[in-house]
T-cell receptor
Framework: DAGVTQSPTHLIKTRGQQVTLRCSPK?????VSWYQQALGQGPQFIFQ???????QRGNFPDRFSGHQFPNYSSELNVNALLLGDSALYLC??????????????FGEGSRLTVL | GNSVTQMEGPVTLSEEAFLTINCTYT??????LFWYVQYPGEGLQLLLK?????DKGSNKGFEATYRKETTSFHLEKGSVQVSDSAVYFC?????????FGKGTMLLVSP
């Protein structure tokens, strides 16, 4: 049973560019959350998707946007990249109904470097 | 708002030493509490959890008790191993989102 998978694992962009990160949730999970982990810090909540809609959002600007597809996979888009966007981006999935254990399962992350 | 404060690291111990990593929280309502571990170059793995006051979470020799009166969830292990070297994050969950502390690096030497 595959866990949460993310791609790409590493990428380098320059300021002003745009980036798309991808996430496939754990089998049976329908809710995807995205977190940003800056170097030496704890992860910070960006937003959460359920039923293809953004359900909750943390304190991040509109440059950060997302999407969830009918197969529950998700994308995180960041526009007009800033140096401060350099971080590890973590995707976490969770289930509802019988799949709801209260636990979030994390992928290994996509490390973004902005030059 | 919700917040988690954990002791700063790194915590440096010799193998078989006793470990305590302090964690306190501020939250509205009654959150669930978690400890996650992050090994170098990897994502986060759930170590243990507690969903209500006085619950004790345990896994792989690690324990933490949900103390509502002191709003704490300290992580303990009686005898650490070199393989326990990692960064440990305390977190609380409200409305299905996690709020993390800044993490505590643990370094265990042989």
């Amino acid at each position: 049973d595959a866990g949460v998978t993310q791609s790409p694992t590493h990428l380098i962009k320059t300021r002003g560019q745009q980036v798309t990160l991808r996430c496939s949730p754990k089998s049976g999970h329908d809710t995807v959350s995205w977190y940003q982990q800056a170097l030496g810090q704890g992860p910070q909540f960006i937003f959460q998707y359920y039923e293809e809609e953004e359900r909750q959002r943390g304190n991040f600007p509109d440059r950060f946007s997302g999407h969830q597809f009918p197969n529950y996979s998700s994308e995180l888009n960041v526009n007009a990249l800033l140096l401060g966007d350099s971080a590890l981006y973590l995707c976490a999935s969770s289930g509802t109904g019988t799949e709801n254990t209260g636990e979030l399962f994390f992928g290994e992350g996509s490390r973004l470097t902005v030059l | 708002g919700n917040s988690v404060t954990q002791m700063e690291g790194p915590v440096t111990l010799s193998e078989e030493a006793f470990l305590t990593i302090n964690c306190t929280y501020t939250a509205t309502g009654y959150p669930s509490l978690f400890w996650y571990v992050q090994y170098p170059g990897e994502g986060l793995q759930l170590l243990l959890k507690a969903t209500k006051a006085d619950d004790k979470g345990s896994n792989k020799g690690f324990e933490a008790t949900y103390r509502k009166e002191t709003t704490s969830f300290h992580l303990e292990k009686g005898s650490v191993q070199v393989s326990d070297s990692a960064v440990y994050f305390c977190a609380l969950k409200r409305y299905s989102t996690l709020t993390f502390g800044k993490g505590t690096m643990l370094l265990v030497s042989p």
